[in-house]
């Protein structure tokens, strides 16, 4: 990538405060990726492994007992951790917009979706409610709801889960921004509809030329949509790799096994359960690489202290002591 980024998370670290005077937990530590303008950047990684925090820490959307202890987010220019909250709802819809894993939660219960779509249209454009409300129902088409002035009245609880969220996009479409999140955002949907959210979702980011952090463990969707990909795993970035570069030689022992637990068309048809990792607890007290407990490849440093990242060519990198002894 040749262009400066749009959005550069550096070392990012948040805790959540601990209850009874306990010691808080550090959810995310150092965490540091790029998304760059017009890019598709995936952020992977198994359920609990900081992803929707690493989304909510960039839009300012954390809840009440998580706290950025440390790093920096910029946007363009901006260091979003720097903004007051007046100036983090300016960007927030209109430069930067994210799509929630359950889009009945994230819609307004006691609201009409037609209105809430509208309200959209007129808190970003100068417009009559009225040219506000045709314009609605103008976006609802557009996002493939069928009959949209019929569905346009009623609540979120009356819609499918996949209405619901073309719902989101179209509020989202309302805003146009620069940066599209979506996080998990067929979660909950039959295969069928997941397909087609995707390529809606494709199709809007084709038409307004957005980049886009998508948030999944779907490692199959980020075989198909993604440029690049950043690995997580219990909130730490393990690796960070052009997708083409990261199936075909992975270089994290975390990145392995998550690749070696996919069925495959091209491999053989039996999972290599030898590389299959047994659940054991995260130690998020441990200073060393939150995997080790888990790496078939740990040694003494794995434990002692967090490796720093390593640039394995132009456009991989990994944060492992096993890969950095190797190379060395």
Aim: with cysteine; glycine share 6%.
């Amino acid at each position: 990538m040749t262009a400066e980024p749009l959005l550069r998370v550096f070392d990012l670290t948040l805790e959540f405060k601990g209850e009874n005077q306990q010691v808080p937990r550090s959810v995310l530590q150092g965490v540091s990726f790029d998304v760059f303008p017009h890019e598709v950047m995936g952020l992977v990684g198994e359920s609990g492994s900081g992803k929707t925090m690493t989304a909510l820490s960039i839009m300012r959307l954390l809840p009440p007992a998580a706290e950025i202890v440390g790093g920096e987010i910029f946007f363009g220019e901006s260091n979003l951790l720097k903004l007051s909250a007046r100036e983090m709802r300016a960007i927030r819809g209109d430069e930067i917009a994210m799509i929630f894993q359950n889009p009945r939660a994230a819609l307004n219960p006691l609201m009409r979706v037609g209105d809430q779509v509208a309200r959209a249209v007129s808190l970003h454009h100068e417009m009559s409610k009225s040219g506000a409300y045709e314009e609605a129902i103008h976006l609802l088409v557009r996002v493939g709801i069928p009959d949209a002035a019929s569905r346009a009245r009623a609540y979120p609880h009356q819609l499918s889960g996949g209405m619901a969220q073309r719902v989101l996009i179209a509020i989202m479409l309302a805003c146009r921004p620069t940066l599209l999140i979506a996080d998990e955002p067929t979660t909950g949907l039959d295969v069928t509809i997941q397909a087609q959210i995707f390529e809606l979702i494709k199709d809007i980011r084709a038409e307004t030329k957005a980049s886009l952090l998508l948030i999944t463990h779907d490692l199959g969707v980020v075989s198909e949509v993604c440029q690049r990909v950043a690995v997580m795993y219990a909130g730490q970035i393990m690796e960070v790799a052009p997708v083409h570069e990261l199936f075909a030689q992975p270089r994290h022992p975390y990145t392995e096994r998550l690749l070696s637990s996919v069925l495959r068309v091209d491999m053989p048809s039996e999972l290599d359960t030898s590389k299959a990792m047994a659940f054991t607890s995260i130690d998020y007290e441990n200073p060393g690489c939150r995997f080790a407990n888990r790496c078939p490849y740990a040694f003494d440093p794995c434990w002692d202290h967090r490796p720093h990242p390593l640039n394995i060519s132009a456009s991989q990198m990994v944060v492992c002591h096993k890969v950095s002894q190797e190379i060395q």
